[in-house]
């Protein structure tokens, strides 16, 4: 195999770090900007590039062992990534061979498809396979020499693909190595960072179809989203798009690219939808990536692949240049450890003049880099409020107890670390906040959850002065049902919004030929397997309103807010902690986990509200209790993630327990902004903790 030379010693070079944080960075951003584009002066013309990659796209990838001495890919961390490209042990150029030799060799089909790939799935014991990445940045002929295929193109649309101005990755990791060998300085504090970027975001360079397979006349998108921008600008490499739950639904399942698996059991859900963002990461396929979510699709495939997932406060990153971004959606890293996520936030977050949600971040950002707060260390003086409504094992079953015992275990680990615990005990954190504030919440879609309270007649009108109701229940909170605790809110309807947002994404994008959900649906491929919901069924119901409404997903999300602040202020808590899931990776395709007394697979609903919280790893389980169809029962209403109002499914019930080990995680979550505190919190649980293990099937290649 070739290389580019290296005419001097990189760790005799007097280098000087870039900064963590994108703003006193500006002076290398120019020079990033036109990385990203090539329109570059010399050395880095288009034409040097483009003769690279010629060369690049006969190259093997296997590093020699003689280079790579001293840095091991699997595990590594930004940090240490960086450190080795500073000490000469590894160049961007060889990172992205080696992670295409990992895509190569783990990213196969995990599943059997009989009937193809829109057919009914059989599950695969050790398969070794994750079917994470779905497309791969690379040149078509670098593409072929290389073995992949051809449906993992950048561009399906584009086979001749020529455009100097649309570098690939293995071309800007060559940019990244000349820069470096004639500065002895990294070009951004992202510099060698190897991502894949979930298909819901816009990428210039790569097609962006959501999962779906729908015949765009261009299925690159003609910009990048903005935090697409911005990690470019900082250094980072997009050498992947991450395959996804199809339109963002919450099932790892994908009309274009197939069915996904969890690398930790490859019979299991990575969870959706962000589930190739995950399982990539955590089989070390790319170093980080970026997920979304509107309800667990950061979180959910991060806890599932243990991993750290921060889904940031709602007003914090851009949701410019995605695919259906809504009220409650929010983008952020997954990564292995804390301190890789919060340096990925310190280069995505901030106002961005083409989402003015962002607006509300203006002048609230700290003004240290949030990777500074990551840190080992005492949380002595930090109080944490433990969240029971989460963990009420009379309320729960069998399926629940392991993950709920390392629940336990982590607020002890807290505890050990100084931190001061405020835990209810056998009562709830924030119920009693909840009745306090019954005038916030009240709603007409509240009167309709308690008829008893608001009675109305046959035509639905109310029979009694709600108005005294209400100020009687203000004036006497033992009065509001016991029943009303945070695991009851459900989401808050917006009629409309994904029929808007969708649409008007297209309506930006401009493709030729695909201009609304009616052309998705009339020239679309839905995979057809019920077990995994139906994709087409779920567009057909969102094309169907002509009225939009958001008011009842406002509303609760600023009730909510009101709520949960008031809590924290009175409690005067730092942070709140709560399992991040009950319920470990259940088998791929078995019946819905039913939502006992409010409780879902994944813990939602505080941060669709707009709180900033993220996941870390809390240890795995030993056995777990498994869902099977129960054929004496009739079929039941599907209320897993991505489920359409109407469709039905298999009754199911438990068996077991099951040896498994599998992943849980520990959420943290702060107010509005706070990602410091969060950061802090979340850093030194995991370095005292130290629960991330990479899969033990998916380890160095010989």
């Not at 042990?89 to 089909?109: D, W």
């Not at 989402?355 to 950002?365: I, L, V």
Request: proline share 9%; glycine share 8%; charged share 20%.
């Amino acid at each position: 195999m070739n290389f580019l030379p290296l005419s001097v010693k990189r760790s005799a070079l007097n280098v000087e770090r870039s900064p963590l944080s994108l703003r006193p960075f500006a002076s290398f951003v120019p020079f990033a900007r036109r990385l990203a584009r090539i329109h570059v002066a010399a050395p880095f013309k288009a034409r040097t590039l483009l003769a690279c990659a010629l060369v690049i796209g006969h190259w093997s990838l296997v590093t020699p062992a003689a280079h790579a001495a001293g840095f091991r890919l699997e595990e590594a961390s930004i940090a240490s990534t960086q450190s080795a490209i500073l000490a000469s042990q590894v160049t961007s150029t060889e990172l992205v061979q080696r992670y295409l030799a990992r895509i190569k060799a783990y990213n196969g089909p995990g599943v059997r498809e009989p009937n193809g790939i829109l057919g009914v799935i059989e599950t695969i014991p050790h398969a070794k396979q994750i079917n994470a990445i779905a497309t791969l940045n690379l040149r078509p002929a670098t593409l072929k020499s290389l073995g992949f295929p051809e449906r993992m193109a950048r561009s399906l649309t584009d086979p001749v693909d020529n455009n100097p101005a649309m570098p690939d990755a293995l071309e800007v990791a060559a940019a990244q190595d000349a820069h470096f060998k004639k500065t002895g300085k990294l070009i951004g504090p992202l510099h060698g960072v190897v991502m894949a970027i979930k298909d819901q975001y816009d990428t210039f360079d790569l097609r962006t179809t959501a999962g779906a397979d729908v015949p765009y006349a261009n299925d690159r998108p003609p910009t990048d989203a903005t935090f697409i921008k911005r990690l470019r600008e900082a250094g980072a490499i997009i050498l992947a798009k991450a395959t996804m739950g199809e339109y963002a639904s919450g099932t790892p399942r994908s009309s274009f690219n197939g069915t996904l698996n969890n690398p930790y059991d490859t019979e299991r859900s990575p969870m959706g939808s962000s589930s190739g963002s995950g399982s990539s990461v955590a089989a070390n396929l790319v170093l980080v990536s970026i997920g979304e979510e509107s309800g667990t699709s950061i979180r959910g495939p991060a806890v599932y692949n243990n991993l750290v997932g921060i889904a940031a406060t709602q007003e914090l990153v851009s949701r410019h240049g995605m695919v259906e971004g809504g009220i409650n959606t929010r983008t952020g890293p997954i990564a292995r450890s804390v301190d890789d996520a919060a340096r990925i936030l310190d280069v995505i977050a901030g106002f961005d003049p083409l989402d003015p949600m962002t607006a509300a971040s203006f002048r609230r950002t700290p003004s240290q880099p949030y990777a500074s707060f990551a840190k080992a260390g005492r949380l002595d003086g930090v109080r944490v409020g433990v969240l029971r409504e989460y963990t009420r094992r009379d309320l729960f079953t069998e399926e629940d107890t392991q993950a709920l015992d390392l629940f336990e275990k982590a607020i002890e680990d807290l505890r050990k670390l100084g931190a001061t615990i405020v835990d209810p005990g056998e009562k709830d954190l924030l119920t009693p906040y909840i009745h306090k504030n019954f005038y916030v919440l009240y709603s007409p879609t509240t009167a309709k959850r308690y008829p008893e309270l608001f009675p109305v007649d046959a035509e639905g009108k109310p029979t009694t002065d709600r108005t005294a109701t209400v100020l009687d229940l203000t004036m006497h909170p033992e009065k509001v049902p016991a029943k009303l605790t945070i695991r009851d809110f459900g989401d808050g309807e917006a009629l409309g919004q994904g029929k808007h947002m969708l649409n008007y994404y297209l309506a930006l994008r401009g493709d030729e030929r695909i201009h609304t959900i009616d052309d998705l649906l009339s020239t679309g491929k839905f995979f057809d397997d019920e077990r995994f919901g139906d994709r087409k069924s779920g567009l057909v119901r969102k094309n169907e309103p002509r009225e939009i409404d958001n008011r009842p997903r406002v509303h609760l999300r600023y009730a909510v807010q009101y709520i949960v602040q008031h809590a924290m202020a009175d409690l005067n808590l730092d942070v709140i902690m709560s399992p991040t899931n009950n319920i470990p990776a259940p088998k791929l395709g078995s019946p819905t986990v039913p939502r006992q007394n409010g409780r879902p697979l994944v813990w939602s609903f505080l941060g669709a509200q707009g709180f900033p919280n993220m996941t870390v790893p809390a240890g795995f389980t030993t056995q777990v209790y498994d869902r099977v169809v129960d054929p004496d029962k009739p079929r039941v209403p599907t209320t897993g993630p991505g489920a359409t109002p109407g469709e039905t499914e298999p009754a199911s019930k438990l068996v077991g327990p099951v040896p498994a080990k599998l992943p849980v995680g520990v959420d943290f979550l702060a107010r509005p902004f706070d990602e410091p505190t969060m950061i802090k919190v979340a850093s030194a649980y995991q370095a005292a903790t130290k629960h991330r293990s990479p899969p033990p099937d998916f380890g160095p290649l010989p």
